[in-house]
C-alpha cells in the first residue's frame, strides 16, 4: 500500500465514499469489486512517486478517473433510483427536498389537527423523500442549505425511534415489576425498595445498551446507511466502546443491587 | 446546439465503442485493469473518464464474458488479471463482424 499524505488520505477515503455511493443502486456491477480495482488503479498510477504521496499527485490521478456519476448509465440503475434521479437532476435540483419538506409542513399544519394517522402516514412519506434525496448525495456536507428542508421529518422519525428504543425497557420492566410484585416482600422501606428498583432498570438499560450496540455492531456499514445521514462518521469502535460500557453498568449495578438485597434489607 | 448534438452523440458511440475495444484488447492475452486503461487511452476521445472502464469490466465479469485471476506480480502487489471466456470470445468476434459491416455500409454512404 502506498504512502498518502494526510489530505491525500482524507481525499481519496471522500472519492472512494462518492464511488461507493453512486455504484451502490447498480444493478448489473458489483461495487466492492469496482472500488477495489479503482484502489489498485490509483496504486499503479502512483507507482515510483514520492512518499508520502502529495494531495496534488493523487487528484490528478482522481480527476482522470473522472467523476464516479458517469460511470453507471442511467438506464442500469434500479427504477425507483432512476425516478429520484429524474426527480433531482430535472430544471430543478432541489425538488425532491422541496417535496419532502411540503409533505412535512403538511403533517405539521393539516394532518395534525386532523387525525394522527394522517400526520403519521404524510411525516412517513415525507421522511422517505428526505431519505431518497439523501441517497443520491454521498456526503450530507454537500447537501448544504437542503438540510433545512430534508432534516425535519428525519429529527422527528429518528428521535421517535430512539424514544422508543429507550424507553422499551422501562415499560417491560414495569410489566414485570408488577408481575413479580410479591416477590419483594422483604423490601419493607421505601429506601430499599427505591434501591433496589433503580439497581435493576439501571442494570437492564445497560443490557439494553449493549444489545443495541451488538446489533450496530453486526449490521456494520448498513448502521451508517440506517442512519444516514446522522451516522456518516459512525465508526465501529463506538459500538464496540459502548457494548463495553454497556455490559460493564449492567455487571456493576446488577452486583451493587444484589448485595444489597441479600445483605442489607 | 451542434456543440451538444455531436456531444450526444459521440457519448452513444463511445459507450458500446469501449466495451468492443475493451473486449478486443483482452482478446489474445490477460491484462490486468489498469494494463488495458493505460493501452485504451492512447485512443484518443475514447475515454473520457478512466474509471469508467472498471464498471464496464465488472458487468462483463457477471454477464460471463471475462473471467479474472489473481496472479503475483515481481513488481508489486497481487494483481487482478481479465481474460475472455468461450462466450466472451463469441460475443467479440459477433460484435467485430457486426462493427465491420457498419463501418462498410457508413464508408460506402459517405461515399455516395
Not at chain 1, 249 to 260: E, N
Not at chain 2, 1 to 24: H, P, S, Y
Not at chain 2, 79 to 100: A, F
Amino acid at each position: 500500500m502506498i504512502a498518502l499524505s494526510d489530505s491525500a488520505r482524507r481525499s481519496l477515503d471522500d472519492y472512494l465514499r462518492q464511488a461507493r455511493a453512486y455504484l451502490r443502486g447498480s444493478r448489473s456491477v458489483d461495487a466492492d469489486e469496482v472500488e477495489q480495482n479503482i484502489t489498485e488503479h490509483i496504486e499503479d498510477a502512483l507507482e515510483g512517486a514520492n512518499e508520502p504521496v502529495s494531495r496534488d499527485k493523487l487528484d490528478a490521478v482522481l480527476q482522470k478517473l473522472g467523476d464516479p456519476q458517469q460511470w453507471v448509465p442511467e438506464e442500469e440503475l434500479p427504477w425507483w433510483r432512476q425516478f429520484v434521479l429524474r426527480l433531482r437532476t430535472g430544471p430543478e435540483d432541489w425538488r425532491l427536498s422541496y417535496i419532502s419538506f411540503a409533505l412535512f409542513v403538511a403533517a405539521v399544519v393539516i394532518a395534525s389537527y386532523v387525525s394522527t394517522q394522517i400526520f403519521a402516514a404524510l411525516v412517513s412519506a415525507s421522511f422517505l423523500a428526505s431519505r431518497a434525496a439523501i441517497s443520491q448525495t454521498p456526503e450530507s456536507k454537500q447537501l448544504k442549505a437542503q438540510k433545512w428542508l430534508l432534516y425535519p421529518p428525519l429529527i422527528v422519525v429518528y428521535g421517535f425511534v430512539l424514544g422508543v428504543l429507550l424507553i422499551l425497557p422501562l415499560l417491560l420492566l414495569i410489566a414485570l415489576a408488577e408481575k413479580y410484585e410479591t416477590h419483594f416482600g422483604r423490601l419493607q422501606s421505601e429506601l430499599d425498595y427505591w434501591f433496589v428498583a433503580f439497581s435493576v432498570v439501571i442494570a437492564a438499560m445497560g443490557a439494553w445498551l449493549g444489545i443495541l450496540a451488538l446489533t450496530a455492531l453486526i449490521l456494520g456499514k448498513r448502521t451508517q446507511l440506517l442512519l444516514r445521514p446522522f451516522a456518516d462518521a459512525y465508526k465501529a469502535k463506538w459500538a464496540l466502546v459502548t457494548l463495553i460500557v454497556g455490559l460493564g453498568v449492567m455487571i456493576a449495578s446488577a452486583i451493587v443491587g444484589l448485595v444489597y438485597y441479600t445483605y442489607f434489607t | 446546439m451542434n456543440a451538444k448534438f455531436f456531444d450526444n452523440w459521440t457519448n452513444q458511440v463511445r459507450k458500446g465503442m469501449l466495451e468492443l475495444c475493451i473486449l478486443n484488447d483482452i482478446r489474445n492475452r490477460k491484462m490486468y485493469g489498469y494494463e488495458i486503461v493505460r493501452r485504451l487511452r492512447k485512443i484518443e476521445g475514447l475515454i473520457i473518464s478512466e474509471g469508467a472502464i472498471y464498471p464496464i469490466l465488472s458487468r462483463l465479469k457477471r454477464q460471463g464474458f471475462v473471467e479474472t485471476s489473481i496472479q503475483e506480480s515481481a513488481e508489486g502487489p497481487a494483481r487482478k488479471y481479465y481474460e475472455l471466456t468461450e462466450q466472451g470470445r463469441e460475443m467479440v468476434s459477433r460484435m467485430n463482424d457486426y462493427w465491420r459491416a457498419i463501418s462498410g455500409v457508413t464508408d460506402s454512404i459517405e461515399k455516395g
